[in-house]
């Protein structure tokens, strides 16, 4: 069976630095935006808010 999911990407994405993601409450889809098709990623919904709250509070210093 093939499902469609509704997409979505952050407000803060640029044109060429984004990733996509489908919350279908198990299991939260990423993907890349420029390549649909290509493969999607699977967390689970408690990884990914471990994941996003990491991202929000500065656990991951910039290299540049």
């Known amino acids: 069976m093939t499902h469609q999911h509704t997409w979505r990407k952050s407000s803060y994405s640029d044109d060429g630095n984004c990733v996509e993601i489908a919350d ?8 890349d935006s420029k390549n649909s098709a ?9 990884q ?6 990491a ?10």
Request: charged share 25%.
């Open 48 to 53: 990914w808010r471990v994941f996003t709250a």
């Open 24 to 31: 279908t409450h198990e299991p939260v889809l990423v993907r």
């Open 38 to 46: 290509g493969p999607v990623l699977r967390f689970d919904p408690e």
């Open 55 to 64: 991202v929000r509070d500065g656990g991951f210093a910039s290299r540049t």
